[in-house]
């Protein structure tokens, strides 16, 4: 999306000229059937943590998810009983 504000911007400021600039959104809302959360504190970039939420999004497989859930817990800076 940036590409496209910046082409609208500077290749192609005449053709637009008339429309309004817009604000880019930073805001992002992905639909699944569980509700799940990364904390922010957890994956502190905010590409990374979008990244994971595909990731586990495109998720087919219980061993596969296994796999996504160990990976995430071998990194985690949360106790034990935090998990």
């Known amino acids: ?3 496209i504000s ?3 911007e500077q ?3 005449e053709v637009f ?3 309004p600039k817009r604000e880019q959104s930073k805001e992002c809302v992905i639909e699944t059937d569980m ?3 990364i904390p922010d504190e957890y994956v502190t ?3 990374e943590r979008l990244n994971l939420y595909k990731e586990l999004d495109s998720i087919e497989e219980d061993t596969v998810l296994e ?3 160990n990976r995430l817990l071998t ?3 949360l106790s034990p009983a935090d998990r």
């Open 1 to 3: 999306m940036k590409a």
């Open 6 to 8: 910046e082409l609208r």
């Open 11 to 13: 290749d192609f400021s």
């Open 17 to 19: 000229r008339n429309e």
């Open 35 to 37: 509700e799940i959360l």
């Open 45 to 47: 970039n905010i590409t």
């Open 67 to 69: 796999q996504f859930r």
């Open 75 to 77: 990194a985690s800076v």
